[in-house]
Protein backbone atom coordinates (compact mmCIF):
# COMPACT_ATOMS: atom_id res chain seq x y z
CA UNK A 1 0.00 0.00 0.00
CA UNK A 2 3.00 2.31 0.82
CA UNK A 3 4.56 1.38 -2.29
CA UNK A 4 1.16 2.30 -3.99
CA UNK A 5 1.18 6.07 -2.75
CA UNK A 6 4.46 6.61 -3.04
CA UNK A 7 3.98 6.02 -7.11
CA UNK A 8 0.70 8.35 -7.10
CA UNK A 9 2.78 10.48 -5.37
CA UNK A 10 5.54 10.41 -7.65
CA UNK A 11 3.00 10.76 -10.74
CA UNK A 12 1.66 13.98 -9.41
CA UNK A 13 4.60 15.91 -8.01
CA UNK A 14 6.26 14.81 -12.24
CA UNK A 15 2.91 16.31 -13.60
CA UNK A 16 3.47 19.67 -11.72
CA UNK A 17 6.88 19.61 -12.27
CA UNK A 18 6.19 18.97 -16.24
CA UNK A 19 3.01 22.10 -15.99
CA UNK A 20 6.09 24.33 -14.38
CA UNK A 21 8.15 23.79 -17.28
CA UNK A 22 5.50 24.24 -19.63
CA UNK A 23 3.97 27.13 -18.28
CA UNK A 24 7.62 28.70 -17.96
CA UNK A 25 8.39 28.39 -21.63
CA UNK A 26 5.00 28.55 -23.03
CA UNK A 27 5.01 32.66 -24.88
CA UNK A 28 2.99 35.47 -22.78
CA UNK A 29 -0.01 36.88 -25.16
CA UNK A 30 2.51 40.53 -24.67
CA UNK A 31 5.84 41.10 -24.01
CA UNK A 32 7.32 44.32 -22.38
CA UNK A 33 10.31 45.06 -24.65
CA UNK A 34 11.88 46.19 -21.45
CA UNK A 35 15.64 45.49 -21.25
CA UNK A 36 16.89 46.84 -18.27
CA UNK A 37 20.47 46.37 -19.16
CA UNK A 38 20.08 50.04 -20.84
CA UNK A 39 18.06 53.70 -20.55
CA UNK A 40 15.19 53.89 -22.97
CA UNK A 41 14.94 57.17 -24.78
CA UNK A 42 11.12 56.12 -25.85
CA UNK A 43 8.73 54.61 -24.22
CA UNK A 44 8.20 50.70 -23.90
CA UNK A 45 6.78 48.61 -26.32
CA UNK A 46 4.05 46.44 -25.75
CA UNK A 47 4.50 43.72 -28.27
CA UNK A 48 1.41 41.01 -28.82
CA UNK A 49 3.20 38.20 -29.42
CA UNK A 50 -0.14 36.16 -29.57
CA UNK A 51 -1.57 38.66 -32.36
CA UNK A 52 1.34 38.64 -34.46
CA UNK A 53 1.15 34.49 -34.09
CA UNK A 54 -2.55 34.08 -34.71
CA UNK A 55 -3.70 37.53 -36.76
CA UNK A 56 -1.13 38.22 -38.60
CA UNK A 57 -0.04 34.41 -39.01
CA UNK A 58 3.67 35.59 -38.03
CA UNK A 59 5.69 32.31 -37.82
CA UNK A 60 8.38 31.16 -35.12
CA UNK A 61 11.24 31.49 -37.57
CA UNK A 62 10.16 35.41 -38.20
CA UNK A 63 11.75 36.54 -35.15
CA UNK A 64 13.50 33.62 -33.18
CA UNK A 65 16.99 32.67 -35.33
CA UNK A 66 19.78 30.66 -34.57
CA UNK A 67 23.27 31.44 -34.17
CA UNK A 68 23.84 32.09 -37.94
CA UNK A 69 20.65 34.18 -38.44
CA UNK A 70 19.00 31.46 -39.98
CA UNK A 71 14.99 31.21 -38.93
CA UNK A 72 14.33 29.04 -36.45
CA UNK A 73 11.49 26.92 -38.29
CA UNK A 74 11.34 23.62 -35.53
CA UNK A 75 9.90 26.14 -32.72
CA UNK A 76 6.39 25.18 -31.24
CA UNK A 77 5.08 26.89 -27.87
CA UNK A 78 6.37 25.66 -25.16
CA UNK A 79 9.92 25.17 -26.44
CA UNK A 80 12.85 27.29 -24.79
CA UNK A 81 13.51 30.06 -26.82
CA UNK A 82 16.44 32.47 -25.77
CA UNK A 83 15.55 36.61 -24.89
CA UNK A 84 16.71 38.69 -27.35
CA UNK A 85 19.51 40.36 -25.09
CA UNK A 86 21.01 36.89 -24.63
CA UNK A 87 22.66 36.97 -28.68
CA UNK A 88 22.20 40.67 -29.45
CA UNK A 89 24.29 41.88 -25.73
CA UNK A 90 25.52 45.07 -26.47
CA UNK A 91 22.80 48.15 -24.44
CA UNK A 92 20.99 50.56 -26.51
CA UNK A 93 21.59 51.26 -30.24
CA UNK A 94 24.42 51.98 -32.48
CA UNK A 95 23.65 54.52 -35.56
CA UNK A 96 24.80 57.37 -37.51
CA UNK A 97 28.30 58.47 -37.32
CA UNK A 98 29.37 55.53 -34.91
CA UNK A 99 28.02 53.08 -36.84
CA UNK A 100 29.43 53.88 -39.99
CA UNK A 101 31.60 51.06 -41.45
CA UNK A 102 30.28 48.56 -38.92
CA UNK A 103 28.63 45.25 -41.27
CA UNK A 104 25.08 44.87 -40.39
CA UNK A 105 25.98 41.66 -38.13
CA UNK A 106 28.45 44.24 -35.94
CA UNK A 107 25.36 46.54 -35.94
CA UNK A 108 23.30 44.28 -34.80
CA UNK A 109 25.31 42.90 -31.70
CA UNK A 110 23.43 46.06 -30.52
CA UNK A 111 19.56 44.99 -28.62
CA UNK A 112 17.93 47.92 -30.10
CA UNK A 113 19.65 47.75 -33.58
CA UNK A 114 18.89 44.05 -33.47
CA UNK A 115 14.92 44.65 -32.66
CA UNK A 116 14.33 47.68 -35.08
CA UNK A 117 16.10 45.38 -38.26
CA UNK A 118 13.80 42.75 -37.90
CA UNK A 119 10.46 44.43 -36.66
CA UNK A 120 10.92 46.99 -39.23
CA UNK A 121 11.86 45.03 -41.73
CA UNK A 122 8.79 43.05 -41.53
CA UNK A 123 6.35 45.86 -40.80
CA UNK A 124 7.69 46.64 -44.35
CA UNK A 125 7.65 44.14 -46.16
CA UNK A 126 4.17 42.99 -45.02
CA UNK A 127 3.32 46.82 -45.68
CA UNK A 128 4.52 45.89 -49.51
CA UNK A 129 2.91 42.71 -49.54
CA UNK A 130 -0.78 43.45 -48.75
CA UNK A 131 -0.21 47.32 -50.50
CA UNK A 132 -0.63 48.59 -47.18
CA UNK A 133 0.24 51.14 -44.53
CA UNK A 134 -1.37 49.39 -41.64
CA UNK A 135 1.83 48.32 -39.99
CA UNK A 136 4.35 50.51 -38.43
CA UNK A 137 7.89 51.60 -38.94
CA UNK A 138 8.23 54.40 -37.76
CA UNK A 139 9.26 55.76 -33.67
CA UNK A 140 6.11 56.87 -32.81
CA UNK A 141 3.69 54.27 -34.41
CA UNK A 142 5.62 51.63 -32.04
CA UNK A 143 7.12 53.65 -29.17
CA UNK A 144 4.14 55.09 -27.04
CA UNK A 145 4.88 58.86 -25.96
CA UNK A 146 6.28 58.42 -21.75
Known amino acids: MKKKAFLIALAMATLFVAAGIYAATTAPDV ?24 EYKATCGDCHHDAEG ?3 ADLKDGDDVKGCFECHNKPGELKGKKAKGLSDKEKRAYHANALHDNCKGCHKDYNKKNKTKAAPTTCTKCHPKK
Open 31 to 54: IELNQPAYKHKKGIISFSHKKHAE
Open 70 to 72: KPR
